[in-house]
């Protein structure tokens, strides 16, 4: 914003008069003839004459007036600048999601979101916590869950299935075993429901990526999230297996951050890519 004496004899040029000027600025006439004079006794040099066609600048009016337009000008280009950083899609922003999520979905889509935002830096974190965003420690968090909490905002996109599956290696197995969810009570909601509840556990594993590596091996049968596994042609579903709703994906963010460029910018981008591949989450296409 340029100083207000500036724009005092900015406006009295513009307009030539002190009256018009007072009224552009909304000021009354004494404060415009008192802020010239001030200006003018401080300068040692009269930089207006008046005559008949009004406030007209003299020659060293003209040299110190087109200087502060100079300045001003200035000014206002750095000021855009400045907020245009933040009106413009640039800088980094930080992303929290799953390991498996972000290797067997998102890293392929994001050549194209470069692309169209060749300033924005890209920073992933991996977990499923929400403390990742109420820590402000993440600007967007693409979460599975089915209570993404009071202190976020965001959309709920759409359910995730999971079905129980197997390497096709495993169609002739007799004893085959399954893949357990750590040790607690996880399978306790779907094995026994599940196809084969008899077969027993072989081996236990924590994490969605060590699973899918098992279930690749050849190493048993797991509970697992349909679009992780249908894609994979080395994997089917178990024989009587149906996909389950389980939990839902949300895209979230902080409160303080919704109107963010860069956050705008990566959810219009892959908001409807993941709208548009909901089957594939809700184990619908196979």
């Known amino acids: 914003m340029m100083p207000e004496t500036h724009q005092l004899l900015l406006a009295i040029e513009r307009t030539g008069s002190l009256t018009q000027a007072a009224r552009v600025l909304r000021v009354n006439y004494s404060t415009v003839r008192r802020r010239l004079t001030e200006v003018e006794d401080r300068l ?43 009106l413009q899609a640039d800088g980094t922003l930080r992303i929290t999601t799953t390991q498996a999520f972000f290797s067997h979905y998102l890293t392929p889509l994001l050549p194209g979101f470069l692309v169209l935002h060749p300033g924005i830096r890209l920073s992933f974190s991996f977990g499923n916590a929400f403390r990742d965003l109420s820590r402000r420690e ?25 079905a129980h599956y197997r390497h096709i290696s495993l169609r ?5 075993c399954w893949i357990g969810w750590a040790e607690d009570n996880k399978t306790s909601h779907w094995l026994p429901s599940g196809p084969m509840p008899q077969a027993p556990i072989g ?27 249908d894609p994979d042609k080395r994997l089917e579903r178990v024989p009587g297996s149906a996909p389950k709703p389980q939990i839902e994906l949300w895209a979230l963010t902080h409160p303080d951050l919704r109107t963010n460029p860069r956050v705008r910018a990566f959810l219009d981008y892959f908001l409807p890519i993941l709208r548009s591949d909901a089957a594939r989450f809700r184990g619908e296409t196979t």
Do not use: N
């Open 44 to 86: 040692k040099v009269a930089l207006f004459e008046r005559g008949p066609a009004g406030y007209r600048p003299t020659s060293a009016g003209r040299d110190y007036l087109s200087t502060i337009a100079q300045a001003d000008q200035l000014i206002a280009d750095a000021e855009r600048h400045v907020a245009g950083r933040e």
């Open 138 to 162: 993440a600007d967007v968090a693409l979460r599975f869950s089915t209570d993404p909490g009071d202190t976020l905002v965001g959309v709920r996109l759409f359910d995730v299935s999971f």
């Open 172 to 176: 002739e197995a007799t004893d085959p």
């Open 203 to 229: 081996v236990w594993a924590s994490d969605e990526l060590a699973q899918l590596s098992l279930l690749q091996a050849g190493q048993g049968m797991a509970w697992m999230p349909c679009y992780l596994c």
